[in-house]
């Protein structure tokens, strides 16, 4: 099949990161997607987010006739965080968040120096370890990035509006202290595209057509490029 012009990205193996296939998980605060919603709803789904920006300072170095210019320390920029504001089991995940750093009926703040440690992401915990995972059209993470000492910059439960029909929605603004993507992903990348094309072939073994069979009355897989089904 002709390519049309536009080379690697008509490509079979070619899979497109899709701005709508992601997940972002802080323990505590919103989840992986996992559980069960009969169990009650402990934390609030994402509605946006972003990958992470970063920016480096600079030293200015005068040189003869020229300015040039070094990096120096980088600095990474805040992102924004919005969660549907649903009705959950106890209490509201973002307050309670808020409340371990500053307490508003109490009048109490705690500042903290404490780094997220593995052992310690609980409801008390004020650094969190955040987890932005991207998908692939199966579910299959293809990129995953974690930002470090992730906590809440500015917390804003929205603004109402009785002529309006739209969710509320709860807004984090993260400061973190580095982000980077795992170095496994290599692997698990190589891993998936294998996992998808051997559930592909499966599927189409296991859904035999027997001759003169109307195909409405079977449902047959559909595999993509790379052997993804939809």
Known sequence: ?????????GGQNTVFKKKHQWLFSIIGITSDGSGNARDGIATLPPLKSARPTVTFKEMEIQHLTETVYYPQ???WKTIELVLYDLKTKEGHPVFEWLKTI???EEGTWSPTFKEAQPADQGPNAVKR????QLLDGCGCVIEKWIFDNAWPQVLDFGSL??????FITANITLRYDRA???SDQTNSNETTTTDAANRADTAATASPISAGEPLGQRSLPLAGPGGRIF
Do not use: H
Not at 1 to 9: E, P, Q
Not at 129 to 132: E, K, M, S, V
Not at 161 to 166: P, R, T
């Open 161 to 166: 509006d009785m002529a309006s029909s739209e």
């Open 1 to 9: 099949m002709a390519n049309m012009g536009i080379g690697v990205l």
């Open 180 to 182: 980077y993507i795992e």
């Open 129 to 132: 370890t955040a987890r932005l």
């Open 102 to 104: 500053y307490n508003p």
């Open 73 to 75: 320390k980088p600095q």
